[in-house]
């Protein structure tokens, strides 16, 4: 496990590599209702692809199609440039998201901090790293003390019901944070910065990196899959939380 460790980092350092050349201008390629897509997002993607793909390993990426409906035992699961708004617009949060599924579990996770040249690392049974340090999840024991960091993906339903349902919820934290970028926001979680991270109809390659640094960092986390395109439904958190902020907020 280490060694595909080694090689998820050496891919993210190759990416972030590109990315430093489109760090003025990401070139917008198209721009949907809720997403655009860059030529920065294509080539990190090829970048990391040539080195994952000599582990002869299955990858499932948010920029390469993918035919199959379930995932093969052991996957690579990535996102080139998470947070591509933030990239386009120079709001300095986004992250370069390398995981690996072993039996639909996360159990390996880089994530690559673009613009504080900080990189988050785990592999099972080894412990939560970030630029080579232990991590562990914060000690916060209440809802009303806690941080929580969601956001509104662009899969997700904005229904006006939803949404009032939803902020009914958030309401029992003390602070909400929605910074774009799911993999930032699990890694906060990991070092104690936020609580508890949960999101709805979250793409996986958002999420498996994140999660796994979670769970090495001493926490816990929930994925429940809500559809066939990959989109889940999140909850990760300290021990403490977990059963209060799952009751609240998972449905």
Not at 38 to 53: G, R, S, V, W
């Amino acid at each position: 496990m280490i060694n595909k460790l080694r090689i998820a980092e050496k891919a993210a350092e190759k990416a972030m590599e590109v990315a430093s050349f489109f760090l003025n201008d990401p070139q917008v390629l198209s721009s949907g209702l809720k997403d655009i897509k860059t030529l920065a997002d294509l080539k990190m993607n090829e970048q990391i692809l040539h080195e994952l793909e000599p582990t002869g390993i299955s990858i499932l990426s948010e920029e390469t199609d993918f035919l199959e409906d379930e995932l093969p035992d052991e996957c690579w699961i990535v996102d080139p440039l998470d947070g591509t708004y933030n990239f386009s617009r120079k709001y300095l949060c986004a992250g370069i998201s390398i995981g690996l599924l072993k039996d639909s579990i996360p159990v390996l996770g880089v994530i690559k901090d673009i613009f504080n040249n900080i990189t988050y690392s785990c592999a099972i049974g080894h412990g939560a790293m970030k630029n080579g340090k232990k991590i562990e999840v914060s000690k916060i024991t209440e809802l009303k003390d806690a941080i929580l960091a969601t956001g509104f993906p662009s899969g997700a339903n904005y229904e006006t019901n939803d949404l009032l349902k939803f902020v009914k919820s958030v309401q029992e934290f003390k602070k909400i944070r929605a910074i774009g970028s799911a993999s930032m926001m699990l890694s906060h979680v990991a070092e104690g910065v936020f609580d508890v991270y949960y999101e709805k109809d979250i793409y996986l390659w958002d999420v498996a990196a994140g999660l796994s640094l979670v769970k090495e960092a001493g926490g816990q986390f929930l994925m429940k899959r809500t559809g066939k395109t990959f989109r889940y439904e999140v909850l990760a958190s300290n021990n403490f939380l977990f059963d209060k902020a799952k009751s609240l907020l998972v449905k």
